[in-house]
């Protein structure tokens, strides 16, 4: 989980997908994946959220009201110069690359990052991450 972490912290995009993608194939079904498709994010989202645990010094937050909307996580890294702003979107037909870009026209018409602004955060990195069965794709916007 650490190389999962330092990748998004760095915005590296493919190592994100890489780690992220490895993680998915060794533990998750596509049976998982098995419900309506309003909560297959939902899925995602959570495990996720998990992942995210391992560093324990980041402060990470699900789901709270930022900008205009509700942002799925939230980032302040331990130490505070680095907010990264995750939206997950579940890619029906398989487009992840549309997923990605859907996300992140998201975090920027609602204005997800605000919170982290507020915070005195400079250096924002807005992620968008779609998923598919055992497959995700990452996407990065500053």
């Known amino acids: 989980m650490e190389g ?3 990748a998004l912290q760095n915005g590296d995009a493919e ?7 490895e993680y998915l194939k060794r533990t ?20 996720l959220l998990g992942i995210l645990g391992f560093k324990e010094r980041w402060g990470v937050s699900s789901n709270r009201e930022s900008g205009e909307g509700y942002r799925d996580i939230l980032i302040e ?4 110069e680095t907010g990264i702003v995750l939206e997950i979107k579940y890619a029906q037909e398989g487009n992840l690359e549309a997923g990605c870009k859907e996300a992140l026209e998201q975090i920027e ?23 598919f069965k055992k497959r995700c794709k990452v996407m990065f916007s500053d």
């Open 4 to 6: 999962f972490c330092n």
């Open 15 to 21: 190592g994100v997908e890489k780690y992220f993608t």
């Open 28 to 47: 998750i079904s596509i049976r998982d994946t098995y419900i309506k498709k309003e909560r297959k994010e939902n899925f995602y989202h959570g495990i």
């Open 77 to 80: 890294t331990d130490d505070m």
């Open 109 to 131: 018409k609602r204005n997800y990052e605000e919170a982290l602004r507020d915070e005195g955060i400079e250096r924002i990195l807005k992620c968008g991450i779609a998923c």
